[in-house]
């Protein structure tokens, strides 16, 4: 049924002359996202083994799953940091300027959940970008706790102990914004297809994002 | 504020978060300490999930194998041996039967986690030490686990300190298995990973090998906090 539809649209934009898709994220955003996702993935396991004892009990082999989260807990920035250190950034700049500036509309998002397609929508709406602050900072506390609990001079003691204890608060709060995420996107095929094709129905952004719609056509997608 | 009527929220709120962190890293120790008891009890109450409360005053279970060795306690024997005049097989009785030490000290991993005011029990190592009779020139203990993996290192006279017990209850009770029962070392002055559970096997000797940890780059003389 809606595979019908979106062959009527296809070949209504195709006689109208233009796309019916709008370009959503670039291969650079795409491959940052994906290879974040799977590091992400490896360190909540991992983590959890570490961490809760019949998941340590049941796996052993403490060293090996220790050297892989911390392996990948070193890993996780270099995505990012790879994909802002070329000429290849501009797209992945520019949504992460879109995620860190709020406007009205993004904080009417949280205000008035039940008429949210009536905002005047950007690119993201107010919980992804939540979300990604929230994400973003997590990935800061836990990688600044977790250096402190594998590498501070013994001295240190009294801060490792704090850092333990943030990294552990971090560990639940990052598994359930996490596990959000996860949710959210599960539940909303075309976004989640536009991170792995790369493309969103313009159908989609006119709806659920006006203002980005309108940027997208004017070539800042 | 941007001429579009836009705010940094973003930026600030990952601030935010970084400034919170290191508050925890800063003050998280005296906090842990404070409601370390509340915690416990929280996770204690919450069954399965408890396992996620951070902060409680729990052990986590550590074992460098794939699995938790289950040695009998009937059959359990210390081996003590290497440059010493009377080699040992000791039972579970017979450790029983030598002069106990008990003593309450918290459990420290390097990692950064603590559990206050454990109850400890056995006999001290230089006690063992003693009947075992080391020769002159020995000056170095290798402990070696049941697991067939771990190993441990102390030097003659980190042995011969006072709070050094070879445990064989902890908590009010026979050490379990997860714990490293029947039988475990118990190193109060340095971090977790010299306390070797499930010991099998003492060897004196002229060398300090360094333990398993420690060929992962831990420090061999585990002082807690980094002095002696």
């Known amino acids: 049924m809606s595979l019908r539809i979106r062959q009527d649209e296809v070949a209504r934009g195709a006689t109208r002359g233009h796309n019916i898709w709008l370009d959503r994220f670039d291969v650079v955003e795409r491959v940052v996202h994906w290879t974040t996702a799977i590091l992400m993935l490896v360190l909540l396991a991992t983590g959890a083994i570490l961490y809760i004892p019949s998941l340590s009990i049941a796996v052993g082999h403490r060293a090996a799953v220790a050297g892989i989260h911390v392996f990948g807990g070193i890993a996780l920035l270099l995505p990012l940091a790879l994909g802002v250190a070329g000429p290849w950034r501009q797209r992945l700049l520019r949504d992460l300027r879109r995620l860190d500036c709020w406007s009205a509309a993004d904080w009417e998002w949280f205000r008035r959940p039940g008429r949210r397609l009536g905002l ?27 250096v402190i609990m594998g590498y501070a001079p013994a001295r240190w003691i009294y801060w490792q102990q704090g850092a333990t204890l943030v990294h552990d608060c971090g560990f639940v709060a990052l598994g359930i914004g996490i596990a959000v995420h996860i949710y959210y996107g599960l539940t909303r095929p075309e976004q989640l297809r536009s991170m792995l094709t790369g493309r969103i129905p313009r159908s989609w952004a006119a709806k659920n994002a006006p203002v980005w719609a309108e940027e997208a056509e004017s070539g800042q997608p | 504020m941007s001429s579009n009527g836009e705010t940094h929220v973003g930026r600030r709120a990952v601030l935010g978060m970084a400034a919170l962190g290191a508050a925890g890293i800063a003050f ?139 445990a064989d209850r902890m908590i009010g009770d026979d050490v379990t298995p997860d714990h490293g029962g029947p039988v475990r070392l118990y190193v109060a002055p340095m971090y977790g990973y010299k306390s070797i559970k499930w010991l099998d096997r003492i060897e004196v000797s002229d060398t300090v090998v360094p333990g398993y940890w420690e060929n992962f780059g831990y420090p061999v003389n585990g002082w807690i906090g980094g002095v002696a």
């Open chain 1, 120 to 146: 005047a929508r950007g690119k993201f709406n107010g919980g992804q970008k939540a979300e990604a602050a929230f994400v973003a900072g997590g990935m800061v506390v836990m990688l600044a706790s977790g």
């Open chain 2, 28 to 166: 998280g120790a005296s906090i842990d300490n404070a409601v370390g008891g509340t915690l416990t009890r929280l996770s204690n109450d919450l069954g399965a999930l408890g396992a996620l409360v951070p902060g409680a005053d729990e052990f986590r279970i550590y074992t460098v194998t794939g699995s938790i060795p289950v040695i009998s306690p009937a059959s359990y024997r210390l081996r003590v041996g290497g440059m010493v005049k009377s080699p040992l097989e000791l039972s579970l009785d017979d450790l029983r039967a030598m002069k106990r030490t008990r003593l309450v000290h918290y459990f420290q991993c390097v990692t950064g986690w603590r559990v206050p005011s454990v109850h400890w029990e056995g006999v001290q190592l230089s006690e063992i030490l003693s009947h075992a009779g080391a020769t002159e020139s020995a000056t170095a203990l290798r402990f070696l686990s049941g697991d067939g993996v771990y190993t441990e290192s102390l030097t003659m006279s980190q042995a011969q300190l006072p709070d050094v017990l070879v």
